[in-house]
T-cell receptor, first 114, second 115 residues
């Protein structure tokens, strides 16, 4: 069974641009969540989608948005990039039906903002 | 609100020695607890999780953790460290209120293993 797949793995953007990251969950998983990892702030929850609806949201500005498609694939978008947005963005998926379901992570997308 | 505290950002042990990584949580409702490992330039891999039932949980690669409600702890142990255990370890909590898709992570503990 294929794991969580994230694209692109590495990208460099200029301040003020926008970026879209993509995530394909494990087959059959309906929940997709996104996390930002930085050396200073650690792992922080961005948002979670379940059956195309945002179910949980972290404490990030509105520049960070996401969506989920009917096939459970998800994208996250960051507009008006700032230097501080440089981070590893991790996507995770789970069956999502109940708390305690194992959450599986992808390899992440490394974003550098210059 | 839930929170997780990992005591010690860096832990160093000798190969063959006991590994003990500490995790304390704060939650007003029954928690679900997880330990993940992250190798350099990789994502997170689940080591083990506690949901309900037996409080001593066994995971992959010889790791185990014990849920102690009275101490609000979920420490990770391994009897004998291997060089391949060098990585960063994260403790995380999830609760019913989060409907399962949201994990709150600790700051992580970097484990070094000396030959």
């Amino acid at each position: 069974k294929a794991g969580v797949t994230q694209t692109p793995r590495y990208l460099i953007k200029t301040r003020g641009q926008q970026v879209t990251l993509s995530c394909s969950p494990i087959s059959g998983h309906r929940s997709v969540s996104w996390y930002q990892q930085t050396p200073g702030q650690g792992l922080q929850f961005l948002f979670e989608y379940f059956s195309e609806t945002q179910r949980n949201k972290g404490n990030f500005p509105g520049r960070f948005s996401g969506r989920q498609f009917s096939n459970s694939r998800s994208e996250m978008n960051v507009s008006t990039l700032e230097l501080g947005d440089s981070a590893l963005y991790l996507c995770a998926s789970s069956q999502g039906a109940q708390v305690g379901n194992t959450i599986y992570f992808g390899e992440g997308s490394w974003l550098t903002v210059v | 609100a839930q929170s997780v505290t990992q005591l010690g950002s860096h832990v160093s042990v000798s190969e063959g020695a006991l590994v003990l990584l500490r995790c304390n949580y704060s939650s007003s409702v029954p928690p679900y607890l997880f330990w993940y490992v992250q190798y350099p330039n990789q994502g997170l891999q689940l080591l083990l999780k506690y949901t309900t039932g037996a409080t001593l949980v066994k995971g992959i690669n010889g790791f185990e953790a014990e849920f102690k409600k009275s101490e609000t702890s979920f420490h990770l142990t391994k009897p004998s460290a291997h060089m391949s255990d060098a990585a960063e370890y994260f403790c995380a909590v999830s609760t019913l209120g989060n409907q399962g898709g949201k994990l709150i992570f600790g700051q992580g503990t970097e484990l070094s293993v000396k030959p």
